[in-house]
Every structure is written in C-alpha cells, then in structure tokens.
C-alpha cells in the first residue's frame, strides 16, 4: 500500500491520488468508501469522485446494493494502470532519493578533508538509511549507531547495535554525525549535555556554507 503525503514540497497529485486509491483497492477490495477516504487522506466526497470516474474509465468495477456489501475490483485494464502507475511513482521516487544521497555525499566528502575518519550516527531512522548507503562513497567509516529513542536501543540497524547516546564517549569516534533535519538542535543540546564540548558534531545541512553562499548572491 502506498502511504498518502502533504508536504510542502511534494503535493500530491491527481494521477498520485488516483494511484493511492487504485492501490487500496487492490489491497482492501471490501473497504468502503469512508474506509478508503481515510486511508488515502482524502474526504468522502472527492473519494466518491475518483471512484465514479475509475469505473467510468473502466478501471474498477463496482458490486453491492449497500454500504457493507460494496465491493471494488480492479479489471484487467485497472491492473495494467495500477502497475504502470506505480512503476512511474518508483522511477521518481528514486530519482528524488538519488539527489539527496548526492547531496550527502558531497557534505560527507567536505568533512572527511578535515580529518575526520570514524563517526557515530545519532538518530536510527529513514535519513539515516540514506547516509549508511552514502558512506561507503567516502573515507568515513560508522562504528556506532545511538538513538535517544528507548524503544530501539537494543535493536540492529544495518548490521549494527543501536545504543543509548551514552554509549557515545566508550566508541570514542572522531565525531558525531545526526542523522535528522528536523531534530538537529535538540540532538545537538542532547550531545552537549551528555558529553560537553569535548566531541565534534556534524550536521546534514551546511548551513554556514548556505548562508555565505546566499548573502554572495545577494551583493551580485
């Protein structure tokens, strides 16, 4: 099942909407219509609206006199847009993450020049997925993964132990690198209140380099 967004950046799409909906009846053939307005973060009546207009298309057909007893089915037709559709949605979803592990590649390949070798990963979560595949793209080596997140202490992320941050001064790394952009600050305090100054911390957005770069264009 494909899982709806809104962000900023990534609005959905008519023909993602479409793609969502077509997923879950594929999935869920017996939802109802409510159901699948919920799952697809969309109302009722725009749900209503897709639906008259994928049978209309012939992609779905619809069964039931009631509400409970409705059913949804893809037809033949329905099967081949549902797949051709996702095959589309998974080139640019790629397309999105290769960008992004460029972009970290390039941030990991300026830290390295200042002598920075082994590194702990704060945060076991999606982005940090990202940099593990970004790593190996560099002279940097993980020797340790921390999450403040009790819940997946204890538990192996890409072959390696998740320990508490604590655990950040017995690995003894070069530095600490957080995998987050939403939680860089309260990481960064977290760091600082656990082992001062004594560690460098790293950070996935140049922010400095970001600043100097802007203000540049402005005085041109």
């Given at each position: 099942?494909?899982?709806?967004?809104?962000?900023t950046?990534?609005?959905?799409?008519?023909?993602?909407?479409?793609?969502?909906?077509?997923?879950?009846?594929?999935?869920?053939?017996?939802?109802?219509?409510?159901?699948?307005?919920?799952?697809?973060?969309?109302?009722?009546?725009?749900?209503?609206?897709?639906?008259?207009?994928?049978k209309?298309?012939?992609?779905?057909?619809?069964?039931?006199?009631?509400?409970?007893?409705?059913?949804?089915?893809?037809?033949?037709?329905?099967?081949?847009?549902?797949?051709?559709?996702?095959?589309?949605?998974s080139?640019e979803?790629?397309?999105?993450y290769?960008?992004?592990?460029?972009?970290?590649?390039?941030?990991?390949?300026?830290?390295?020049t200042?002598?920075?070798?082994?590194?702990?990963?704060y945060?076991?979560?999606?982005?940090?997925?990202?940099?593990?595949?970004a790593?190996?793209?560099?002279?940097?080596?993980?020797?340790g993964?921390?999450?403040g997140?009790?819940?997946?202490?204890g538990?192996?992320?890409?072959?390696?132990?998740?320990?508490?941050?604590?655990?950040i001064?017995?690995?003894?790394?070069?530095?600490?690198?957080?995998?987050?952009?939403?939680?860089?600050?309260e990481?960064?305090?977290?760091?600082?209140?656990?082992?001062?100054?004594?560690?460098?911390?790293?950070?996935?957005?140049?922010?400095?380099?970001?600043?100097?770069?802007?203000?540049?264009?402005v005085?041109?």
């Amino acid at each position: 099942m494909i899982i709806p967004y809104n962000t900023t950046y990534f609005s959905p799409s008519k023909v993602y909407r479409r793609l969502s909906i077509l997923m879950l009846i594929k999935d869920m053939p017996h939802s109802s219509q409510h159901l699948i307005a919920q799952k697809s973060h969309l109302s009722s009546s725009m749900v209503n609206i897709y639906i008259k207009e994928l049978k209309q298309a012939g992609l779905i057909t619809v069964s039931g006199k009631t509400n409970r007893t409705t059913e949804y089915h893809l037809t033949q037709k329905g099967q081949k847009k549902l797949f051709q559709d996702f095959i589309s949605f998974s080139s640019e979803a790629v397309q999105i993450y290769a960008s992004v592990k460029r972009e970290i590649i390039r941030l990991l390949k300026r830290y390295e020049t200042n002598g920075i070798r082994t590194v702990v990963l704060y945060g076991a979560s999606d982005t940090a997925e990202v940099v593990v595949s970004a790593i190996p793209h560099t002279r940097l080596v993980v020797i340790g993964i921390v999450d403040g997140d009790p819940s997946k202490q204890g538990h192996i992320f890409n072959g390696t132990l998740i320990q508490a941050p604590e655990a950040i001064s017995q690995i003894d790394p070069d530095a600490v690198l957080i995998t987050s952009f939403a939680r860089q600050d309260e990481i960064y305090n977290n760091i600082e209140s656990i082992l001062g100054e004594d560690i460098e911390v790293l950070t996935l957005t140049d922010l400095q380099q970001l600043q100097q770069t802007t203000l540049s264009e402005v005085v041109r």
